[in-house]
């Protein structure tokens, strides 16, 4: 039985925290629609790198609003990998912005006004009939700040980074511990203390610390969490 209530539930934290993987196993138990808002500033930073454009602090904001006025971002479920998808401009990129180039660029790109304010459009479009699970890092402050369900989501530095690197080093053999350690902190500043939509726990979240729960664990406590708030509603959700 999937959950009968049209709700919200946003999912914020820092990066490699497993939001992702968490946010979609729910969005799946729950029969809601998953949507990752990290990969749509990684398809924009990806769009920037294939242009050609230099991502720095001095980045051309001309060029930048060229590029983002008329993109197309969508989400299409894949049957046969049992995900969802990003496609941007028809074309899916689903590999191409997981890479490490991508990775140390799109803070720089997220932090940018004119694209927050480009893709926070594309989401709330996106919530309009609700029954979505949508994670980030500025979701349950300023995309969805009345969603129903906030959840935010921390990880020791070091788990993090092993979690990363053992998703990188399968298609990246040259990549290093450190190196990915590095990238994940320099992402923690810039993202918490950008100027435009930083990275904050809302006020009425809810905080989980998976450095030592699995994945079926992180599960257990959003189901018993949603149960707790809408009691019944949800006794046969993972039926």
Excluded at 125 to 151: H, W, Y
Excluded at 158 to 173: A, C, G, P, Q
Aim: with cysteine; proline share 1%; aromatic share 6%.
């Amino acid at each position: 039985m999937i959950f009968e209530k049209n709700i919200i539930i946003t999912v914020d934290g820092y990066s490699s925290c497993g939001k992702s993987t968490f946010a979609r196993s729910l969005a799946e138990k729950l029969g809601y629609i998953y949507i990752d808002s990290g990969a749509m500033y990684r398809a924009v930073t990806f769009l920037c790198m294939e242009k050609g454009m230099e991502i720095s602090d001095k980045i051309d904001i001309d060029r930048l609003e060229e590029l983002i006025r008329e993109i197309d971002i969508q989400f299409k479920y894949n049957e046969l990998a049992k995900k969802t998808e990003i496609f941007l401009n028809g074309a899916n990129i689903e590999k191409e912005i997981r890479s490490i180039e991508v990775a140390n660029k799109v803070s720089i790109i997220s932090k940018m006004a004119i694209v927050r304010e480009k893709l926070v459009s594309i989401q709330r479009s996106l919530g309009e009939n609700k029954r979505i699970v949508m994670d980030g890092r500025d979701i349950g402050t300023v995309v969805f700040p009345n969603a129903e369900v906030k959840i935010f989501m921390t990880a020791d530095i070091d788990i993090r980074t092993e979690r990363r690197f053992k998703e990188l080093s399968v298609t990246m053999n040259d990549i290093s511990f450190e190196e990915v350690r590095k990238n994940l902190i320099n992402r923690d500043k810039i993202d918490t203390s950008r100027k435009v939509s930083p990275l904050k726990m809302p006020k009425d979240a809810i905080l989980l610390d998976n450095s030592h729960l699995t994945i079926d664990e992180q599960l257990d406590w959003g189901l018993n969490l949603i149960k707790e708030k809408y009691n019944s509603e949800i006794n046969d959700c993972r039926n």
